[in-house]
């Protein structure tokens, strides 16, 4: 049983969130629904209210009329959802509120981190310490097929676990990808006997791959896949993989070995939850 | 900053007790030994030297690349103390500060005497006069270039952006708070206070050791007094006691005076030497130095004496590991100081401004009163030379003999050391009270006296116990764990400005916002329509 809590930003775009939010309650059992809005204009001003003249009752309650009527028209029973309108105190406050709430599941529209309210989200995301998931405006989010990029790091645990943890979450498909490069440090010898270095590499990687996969999934069919990235990045190399195979779904850490500092999103999840990678995301943290 | 409480002693336990007892401890041993205590210093000094010489190389090196890294990249444009900071002081008037933490006792002591003396004991072989000049500038600007700064910049701005932007206390341990958290107020955070007050106090001695020498010598060489340990000793005391003084009448601002005349006293000093001493050999050779420097920067920067022969040996020992290990062991000095004026300003503009406006400064004085000694050297051999090995401390007075209005300049001289030492003396014990009572600006009165006293009192007894050699080693042994200490700050900085970035990510944001009252208005006029049907 999850409580997912969904952030909205008043733009056309909320009703397609809403109908992956609705498409995910069907899958899932979902136990609460948490509609948030961040009013922007807080940062600002000191006194939202009257920033906008002739309003005919507080903002707040205006908002959260509307919010509560699209997600009734959506066939959310108003039983079970709160509309939650953050109106002072900044992104800290509503951060720490986030990371202190009962949620356990953030929804993000993928549209809206770098456009539209892009400073609010792209910074939210970074500092919640809740997994996060990154819906596509324009598809249905779908759980069947689900691919686990994985470097094997201890981020890669934590997304097991989260699969594993998951009541209701059971996919059809697991893959488990990882994009293998050739450590830079051969780089002088790399031309005389790259195609034997690639093979040790990837034989390496097999190694490590069955005893991640082995050792997370224990009962259960994985599909493993090695990948030799070559000149192409790591993000470019799972997204191809993704979209080529018509995946539903990318779970991975908010990043991988490279770095422990919590706060920064990796190079490759920040690349795969650009709103131009048109796939769903569920990061990690 | 809270507010001191008590009224003559408000002090960090933890800190403050350490602290003094290892001081005392160190004073009264040096005074019972008594002259053994030369050879202990010398020992102390050779194997610190020789086995971690390496190291201390290769860490003043990467303090630098650190710096440059962290003005240049991503982070270059984070703002110490939060988006909307503003500068405190205008562009012209924090590049004068900047100038007046270069100038200090050590400039004046060493101007002359350090590429005099290299020039005479050359630290790489040469036979040529000429290439020889250009070692001993070489290493000198090696000295007090870059490198020096790059230790002042690391500590002035993690301490900078941990006060400003975190809003910790102005001390040392707050800068570990990405490492430690809240640990910072504990054991750990005490240790690393106690390891600063230490090094910030015998790197404070040892400079206030340098100036009564040559303080001593110039009195030597107006008046005829006696140049020696118990005049330097008599002249500390007096000295001491016209700072401490200072300190207890209040008189903030007389030392706030005394340290702008200080400054301008300097820059006129500098002029006369320009005009007077050989002007158009001192551009010319200033501006060749600077191209030397940067040609041979890896060269003589990495530079460990590796393959020296084993008569130069040891050079590299009582030079340019004393300098790095004097440079890191005062670095919360200097470190505090350009912190405090450098609020609103943005990483690189921090790191440029520190690299670059001190640097350029000693330089020139390097250049006016080191080239010119040589010079002079050159013309007349022997004549400042030996002086120079003879006492470091009166190459100045010797220089300027050679020009005109000698007894008028080596006055000035004189009096500008004194003043500076009483300004060091005031506003280091300003820091280490600080430090000591747990990142306090205001703290009581009766602490400032005790560490001016304290410092005053190191100074002799170093003098006492081995004059420059034990100068020396007081600075490289107390330098040397507070390398870790620095080492540790380059992590922790990084760690803050990381964290410092992902809250800043930010795009058009008024923009958003007008777009965003644009959707807000349309729905609060599409529920006023609906509520009326």
Known sequence: MAKLLVFLDLTPMDSSLMENVKRITNEMSIEKIGFCHYVEIQEVTDNVNSYFKDLDAPLDEILRDEITETAEQFGFLPDNFEVLIHIRGGKDSLTDWVNNSEYDLCIFGKKVIHVGTGVFSGRLCRLVEKPILFVTESTLISMDRVLVPTEFSHYSKKVVNLINGLKDFKPKDITALHVYHVPPAYFPFISEQSDDLIEKAKAHARKKMDHFVEKSFPNRHVQRELIYAGENTTAKVIFDYAVTHHMDLVIMGVKGKTDDDNILIGSVSENLIKRDKNIPVLLVK | ?533
């Open chain 2, 1 to 533: 900053m809270a507010k001191a409480k008590k009224k003559y002693f408000d002090v960090h336990g933890p800190v403050f007790w350490p602290a003094s007892v290892l001081i005392v401890v160190f004073i009264a041993t040096t005074l019972i030994v008594g002259e053994p205590m030369e050879r202990v210093f010398g020992n102390i000094q050779d194997g610190i030297s020789n086995y971690t010489g390496w190291f201390l190389v290769i860490a003043v090196n990467v303090f630098l690349f650190f710096c440059i890294f962290v003005g240049f990249s991503k982070f270059g444009s984070i703002k110490l103390g939060g988006e909307n900071a503003e500068p405190e002081f205008t562009k012209g008037a924090w590049f004068a500060m900047l100038f007046s933490a270069g100038m200090g006792i050590g400039v004046i002591f060493w101007g002359v005497a350090e590429p005099m003396y290299h020039f005479t004991h050359p630290p790489i072989p040469q036979e040529d006069e000429v290439l020889r000049m250009e070692q001993a500038m070489n290493f000198t600007f090696l000295h007090w270039g870059m490198h020096a700064w790059g230790i002042y910049a690391l500590v002035g701005l993690s301490l900078a952006y941990f006060t400003f932007s975190r809003k910790l206390p102005l001390t040392i341990r707050s800068v570990f708070y990405p490492i430690l958290k809240e640990k910072i107020y504990g054991w750990p955070g005490d240790i690393i206070d106690v390891l600063a007050v230490l090094a910030t106090l015998f790197g404070l001695a040892t400079s206030l050791g340098f100036g009564v020498q040559q303080v001593s010598s110039g009195l030597n060489y107006l008046l005829g007094w006696p140049d020696s340990t118990l005049t330097q000793i008599l002249l500390i005391l007096g000295i001491t006691l016209i700072a401490t003084t200072s300190v207890v009448l209040g008189i903030n601002k007389g030392v706030k005076f005394l340290s702008e005349l200080n400054i301008r006293v300097a820059g006129l000093f500098l002029i006369f030497m320009l005009i007077v001493g050989p002007t158009l050999f001192i551009f010319d050779s200033f501006i060749q130095n600077i191209g030397d420097y940067f040609q041979k920067f890896f060269e003589v920067s990495f530079w460990t004496e590796a393959y020296s022969r084993s008569e130069t040996v040891g050079w590299q020992n009582s030079w340019t590991l004393f300098y790095w290990a004097w440079w890191i062991s005062w670095s919360p000095f200097v470190g505090m100081f350009i912190a405090r004026v450098s609020k609103g300003r943005t990483v690189r503009e921090f790191v440029m401004g520190v690299l670059l406006v001190p640097t350029l400064l000693t330089f020139l004085w390097m250049t006016t009163f080191g080239g010119s000694g040589l010079w002079v050297e050159i013309n007349n051999p022997g004549l400042i030379s030996e002086s120079v090995i003879d006492n470091v401390s009166t190459s100045l007075f010797v220089l300027l003999k050679q020009f005109p209005l000698t007894t008028i300049t080596s006055a000035i001289g004189v009096v500008l050391v004194i003043n500076f030492f009483v300004t060091s003396s005031d506003s280091g014990s300003l820091v280490i009270d600080s430090i000591t009572a747990g990142g306090k600006l205001d703290a009581p009165v009766g602490q400032r006296i005790f560490w001016a006293l304290t410092e005053g009192g190191v100074a002799a007894v170093l003098l006492v116990g081995g004059g420059l050699t034990a100068l020396q080693t007081a600075a490289i042994t107390t330098g040397l764990p507070f390398t870790f200490v620095l080492i540790l700050m380059m992590y922790s900085l990084l760690k803050g400005l990381q964290k410092e970035h992902a809250m800043n990510i930010k795009s058009e944001k008024e923009a958003d916002v007008e777009k965003y009252s644009e959707r807000v208005k349309q729905i609060a006029e599409k529920r006023k329509t609906k509520e009326k049907v």
